[in-house]
C-alpha cells in the first residue's frame, strides 16, 4: 500500500493528494510522512496545476503524529521528530509556495500536525461530523508543521490559545464560526462538493491567484508601503496576460470569462 498517492486529472489539471494509512487513522509515521515528501516534490514539479486538494482515506483526514514510535524508544524520540519533520516541512512550503490554490478537504479527525497541515492550505471544506483538536497540550509538546504559526493568523491569537492552552476541541460548526474552514458538506456529500470547488478554482484565472498567494505571503513581512508596490507591480504584470484581456473583455459584454492560465 502506498502511503500518500498523487491522481491528477490532466484535463482540469487538478492534483490530489491522498495520505493513505486508514487504520490508524493517517496518522503519521517516519514512512508516511516521506510518502507525503515525495508527493510534494511531484506537486512542485508542475507549475501549470490549476489546483490542489488534499485529503485522507478512510475514517478520517490525518489524527496528528503516530506516537507508538515515541512510545517505543524515547531515547530517540528527538531524532524521530527530526526525521518526521524534515519530511513533511517540505510539504507545507509546497502548499504556501506552490502557485495554485490548495484546498483542504477533511473529515473525521484533524488533530495535531493534521490541523497545522490543512491550515497551511489556502482553502479548506470539512464534513459536518468533523471534529477538529490541537492535541500537543495531552502530549507535553508544542505545536509543528506550522501550526504555531498559521493558526493565529486564521484565528486570532486568543482562539488559536485556546486550541493549545484549554485543549478544546472544536466542532465543525466552531471551525467554520472561528474560520478555520471555510465550507461544511455532508459526509456523503464531501467528495463531489470538494471535486465542485476544486473545478471552480480551476476554472478561474489562475495566474491572478498565484499572484495573490504571493501578496500575502510576502504581506506577512512587508510594510504597508512595500506591500501597495508589490500589488502595482503584480497588477500592472497581470494587464499583460491574456486572463486579464479575456476576463475584461467578457465583464463588459456581460459573459462567463473562459480564462486559460496565460
Same mark, same amino acid.
Given at each position: 500500500?502506498?502511503?500518500?498517492?498523487?491522481?491528477?486529472d490532466e484535463t482540469r489539471l487538478? %492534483?490530489?493528494m491522498t495520505?493513505?494509512?486508514?487504520?490508524?487513522?493517517?496518522a503519521?509515521d517516519?514512512a508516511?510522512?516521506?510518502?507525503m515528501?515525495?508527493?510534494? %516534490?511531484?506537486l512542485?514539479?508542475r507549475?501549470d496545476?490549476?489546483?490542489?486538494?488534499?485529503?485522507?482515506a478512510?475514517?478520517a483526514?490525518m489524527?496528528g503524529?503516530d506516537?507508538?514510535?515515541f512510545?517505543?524508544?524515547?531515547d530517540?524520540?528527538?531524532s524521530?521528530?527530526?526525521?518526521?519533520?524534515?519530511a513533511?516541512?517540505?510539504?507545507?512550503?509546497t502548499f504556501?509556495?506552490?502557485?495554485?490554490?490548495v484546498?483542504?478537504?477533511?473529515?473525521?479527525a484533524v488533530?495535531?500536525?493534521?490541523?497545522?497541515?490543512?491550515?497551511?492550505?489556502?482553502?479548506?471544506?470539512a464534513?459536518?461530523?468533523t471534529r477538529f483538536?490541537?492535541?500537543?497540550d495531552?502530549?507535553g509538546?508544542?505545536?509543528?508543521?506550522?501550526g504555531s504559526y498559521f493558526?493565529?493568523?486564521l484565528l486570532g491569537?486568543r482562539r488559536a490559545?485556546?486550541l493549545?492552552?484549554?485543549?478544546?476541541?472544536?466542532s465543525?460548526?466552531?471551525a467554520l464560526?472561528?474560520?478555520?474552514v471555510?465550507?461544511?458538506v455532508s459526509?456523503?456529500?464531501?467528495q463531489i462538493?470538494t471535486d465542485?470547488l476544486?473545478?471552480?478554482?480551476?476554472a478561474?484565472?489562475t495566474?491572478?491567484?498565484?499572484q495573490y498567494?504571493k501578496l500575502v505571503?510576502?504581506?506577512r513581512?512587508?510594510?504597508?508601503?512595500?506591500?501597495?508596490?508589490?500589488?502595482?507591480a503584480a497588477f500592472?504584470? %497581470?494587464?499583460?496576460t491574456?486572463?486579464?484581456?479575456?476576463?475584461?473583455?467578457a465583464f463588459i459584454?456581460r459573459?462567463?470569462?473562459?480564462f486559460?492560465?496565460?
Amino acid at each position: 500500500m502506498e502511503l500518500a498517492t498523487l491522481e491528477i486529472d490532466e484535463t482540469r489539471l487538478i %492534483a490530489t493528494m491522498t495520505v493513505n494509512r486508514p487504520a490508524v487513522l493517517n496518522a503519521l509515521d517516519v514512512a508516511t510522512a516521506e510518502a507525503m515528501q515525495s508527493v510534494a %516534490a511531484k506537486l512542485a514539479a508542475r507549475p501549470d496545476l490549476r489546483c490542489i486538494i488534499v485529503r485522507g482515506a478512510g475514517r478520517a483526514f490525518m489524527a496528528g503524529g503516530d506516537l507508538a514510535g515515541f512510545a517505543s524508544d524515547f531515547d530517540t524520540a528527538d531524532s524521530t521528530v527530526k526525521q518526521l519533520l524534515d519530511a513533511l516541512e517540505p510539504v507545507v512550503m509546497t502548499f504556501q509556495h506552490h502557485p495554485a490554490p490548495v484546498l483542504a478537504s477533511v473529515h473525521g479527525a484533524v488533530a495535531g500536525a493534521g490541523i497545522s497541515l490543512m491550515a497551511a492550505a489556502d482553502l479548506s471544506i470539512a464534513a459536518t461530523e468533523t471534529r477538529f483538536m490541537l492535541a500537543y497540550d495531552k502530549i507535553g509538546a508544542p505545536p509543528d508543521c506550522g501550526g504555531s504559526y498559521f493558526l493565529p493568523r486564521l484565528l486570532g491569537e486568543r482562539r488559536a490559545a485556546a486550541l493549545m492552552y484549554l485543549g478544546e476541541t472544536w466542532s465543525a460548526e466552531e471551525a467554520l464560526q472561528y474560520g478555520l474552514v471555510n465550507k461544511l458538506v455532508s459526509a456523503n456529500d464531501l467528495q463531489i462538493e470538494t471535486d465542485k470547488l476544486a473545478a471552480k478554482i480551476a476554472a478561474g484565472p489562475t495566474l491572478a491567484y498565484s499572484q495573490y498567494k504571493k501578496l500575502v505571503r510576502e504581506g506577512r513581512t512587508n510594510s504597508l508601503q512595500e506591500q501597495l508596490h508589490a500589488e502595482r507591480a503584480a497588477f500592472c504584470a %497581470a494587464t499583460k496576460t491574456a486572463d486579464f484581456k479575456i476576463g475584461v473583455s467578457a465583464f463588459i459584454k456581460r459573459e462567463m470569462a473562459k480564462f486559460t492560465g496565460r
